[in-house]
């Protein structure tokens, strides 16, 4: 089954870090694949966390996790990482990961091919 596999989710307090993984499976970030994290808090609206892409390992943040938040990619394992520090509690939620073929991570509309099933990330206070 071709899919995205999520790991690294978990508990941390306020300043702590924490590290995810999105891992395809059934095929590869060979080629030109944009990868997305994004994560949606109860109540709140899905946000772009941030994007890589697996050509030329680019990366674009948002706002509110840049010098946070570092996303990487290891094309020799076709999976990406985001390591979060200084992690605060507004940036609990549901993280998910995404993935598209030839789509730049400037692109305002998307519709990925595959998502991951989500790892939930809590930051306590």
């Known amino acids: 089954e071709v899919q995205l596999v999520e790991s690294g989710g978990g508990l941390v307090q306020a300043g702590g870090s924490l590290s995810l993984s999105c891992a395809a499976s059934g095929f590869t970030f060979n080629g030109d694949w944009t990868i997305r994290w994004f994560r949606q808090a109860p109540g709140k609206e899905r946000e772009g966390v941030s994007c890589i892409t697996s050509e030329h390992a680019i990366t674009v943040y948002a706002d509110s996790v840049k010098a946070r938040f570092t996303m990487s990619i290891d094309k020799s394992k076709s999976t990406v990482y985001l390591q979060m520090n200084s992690l605060e509690p507004e940036d609990t939620a549901v993280y998910y990961c995404?993935?598209?073929?030839?789509?730049?991570?400037?692109?305002?509309?998307?519709?990925?091919?595959?998502w991951g099933q989500g790892t939930q990330v809590t930051v306590s206070s």
């Open positions: 995404a993935a598209d073929y030839y789509s730049d991570c400037w692109d305002k509309e998307v519709n990925f091919e595959f």
